[in-house]
């Protein structure tokens, strides 16, 4: 599989929020600090962290069965 930097996606949940996770694509995380731009996208992906990882699990299960890849 090929993978390019423009595939790339971090995810993150903000400090103080109830838990909502965003994609942070085109981005990096080093020491603690996120370096990218809003410009690249920065998106919910989920309301909580449980909504995330029941598509994660989702996403690996499906990877397991065909080979196919879901976006998350």
């Known amino acids: 599989m090929d993978v ?3 595939e790339l996606a971090l995810y993150a949940i903000a400090v103080g929020d109830i838990g909502t996770v ?3 694509r085109d981005c990096g995380y080093e020491q603690g600090i996120y370096s990218g731009s809003a410009d690249f996208g ?3 992906v989920a309301e909580d962290l449980n ?4 598509a994660l699990l ?3 299960a ?3 069965v ?3 890849i879901t976006d998350l």
Do not use: Q
């Open 51 to 54: 909504e995330f990882l029941d």
């Open 58 to 60: 989702a996403a690996v």
């Open 42 to 44: 920065v998106t919910v």
């Open 4 to 6: 390019r930097e423009s």
């Open 66 to 68: 065909n080979g196919s």
């Open 62 to 64: 499906a990877f397991a």
């Open 22 to 24: 965003y994609r942070l």
